[in-house]
């Protein structure tokens, strides 16, 4: 019995086009669906600023 894994062939994932947000983290510059964690990140952040009494950190964390 083996205990050596099968290995997948290495695939290019297939992209979104160029990127315009700056968030990725593909070397050829292509979007990669990274801005869509910022903002879910971002979101999340600005939500428990505000829960904690920081309404104007909160409001930059929104729109920087």
């Known amino acids: 019995m083996s205990s050596a894994k099968a290995q997948r062939p290495i ?14 983290r593909d070397e050829e510059k292509n979007c990669d669906g990274t801005h869509k964690v910022v903002k879910a990140v971002k979101a999340e952040l600005a939500e428990k600023l505000e829960a904690n009494g920081f309404p104007h950190a ?7």
């Open 11 to 24: 695939e290019k994932r297939e992209t979104m086009g160029a990127c315009t947000c700056t968030y990725t």
């Open 58 to 64: 909160a409001e930059y964390v929104r729109n920087n």
